[in-house]
């Protein structure tokens, strides 16, 4: 009796021993004190990170490549900035992990409504796990993590949140992370607009407030590149 209640909360079980593991050990492979490359933009992000940072102040170096280096949307900096990561980059390295590590609940999530089985969706996840790229961009300190984090978090509200007051502001405060967090999103949140606007099933009025979201995410994308 008490196997078979458990049985169909194995496979999210298993999910959750999968991503703590899955932490531990990318936390593991990307932790050093230094840099993993200078051919990528993770030195620009340390020093807007730097700049953002309550728990110490920037160099005078820093701080005058500040304005060199400030056009990259703010999120990513601000998180490393809150986390105390901006002036440890071993830390940074850590944090950067801890958001791919993040992707793999999502996966499992979005399968369960895309695959309808809950072991299919374990399965999706643990093969996203085993993906090399995935540790490869674990390596720098990138804003990658993070967007492909709330591109997953869009996903999983638009498939499953069905009351429209919270869908819509879930995704405006999603979409609204994901362009303050990489250009890129400009693409995908222009999509979802279009496609909210090509719902002919539904009235104008409801078309628009399906779009509202990405109204509001680039309205404050548009507020940041003008500041």
Request: proline content about 5%.
């Given at each position: 009796?008490?196997?078979?209640?458990?049985?169909?909360?194995?496979?999210?079980?298993?999910?959750?021993?999968?991503?703590?593991?899955?932490?531990?050990?990318?936390?593991?492979?990307?932790?050093?004190?230094?840099?993993?490359?200078?051919?990528?933009?993770?030195?620009?992000?340390?020093?807007?990170?730097?700049?953002?940072?309550?728990?110490?102040?920037?160099?005078?170096?820093?701080?005058?490549?500040?304005?060199?280096?400030?056009?990259?949307?703010?999120?990513?900096?601000?998180?490393?900035a809150?986390?105390?990561?901006?002036?440890?980059?071993?830390?940074?390295?850590?944090?950067?992990?801890?958001?791919?590590?993040?992707?793999?609940?999502?996966v499992?999530?979005?399968?369960?409504?895309?695959?309808?089985?809950?072991?299919?969706?374990?399965?999706?996840?643990?093969?996203?796990?085993?993906?090399?790229?995935?540790?490869?961009?674990?390596?720098?300190?990138?804003?990658?993590?993070?967007?492909?984090?709330?591109?997953?978090?869009?996903?999983?509200?638009?498939?499953?949140v069905?009351?429209?007051?919270?869908?819509?502001?879930?995704?405006?405060?999603?979409?609204?992370?994901?362009?303050?967090?990489?250009?890129?999103?400009?693409?995908?949140?222009?999509?979802?607009?279009?496609?909210?606007?090509?719902?002919?099933?539904?009235?104008?009025?409801?078309?628009?407030?399906?779009?509202?979201?990405?109204?509001?995410?680039?309205?404050?994308?548009?507020?940041?590149?003008l500041l």
């Amino acid at each position: 009796m008490i196997r078979a209640a458990l049985r169909p909360a194995l496979p999210a079980l298993a999910v959750a021993l999968l991503t703590l593991g899955f932490a531990g050990l990318c936390i593991a492979f990307v932790w050093q004190p230094t840099l993993a490359t200078f051919a990528d933009d993770s030195v620009s992000y340390l020093v807007m990170a730097q700049v953002f940072s309550p728990w110490g102040a920037a160099s005078p170096a820093v701080a005058d490549a500040f304005a060199r280096e400030a056009f990259y949307p703010p999120l990513f900096p601000l998180m490393l900035a809150l986390a105390g990561a901006a002036h440890d980059v071993t830390r940074a390295h850590a944090a950067t992990a801890l958001l791919v590590a993040g992707w793999i609940p999502l996966v499992y999530l979005l399968g369960t409504r895309w695959l309808e089985d809950r072991r299919a969706a374990a399965a999706a996840a643990f093969c996203v796990a085993l993906l090399p790229a995935l540790w490869v961009n674990a390596r720098g300190i990138l804003s990658e993590p993070l967007f492909g984090l709330l591109m997953l978090a869009v996903f999983c509200i638009v498939d499953t949140v069905k009351d429209e007051r919270n869908r819509i502001g879930w995704l405006a405060l999603l979409m609204t992370a994901m362009l303050l967090t990489r250009t890129a999103a400009l693409a995908m949140v222009a999509a979802y607009a279009l496609w909210a606007f090509a719902q002919r099933d539904q009235s104008l009025a409801s078309r628009a407030r399906t779009a509202l979201p990405a109204a509001i995410a680039i309205a404050a994308y548009g507020a940041w590149v003008l500041l």
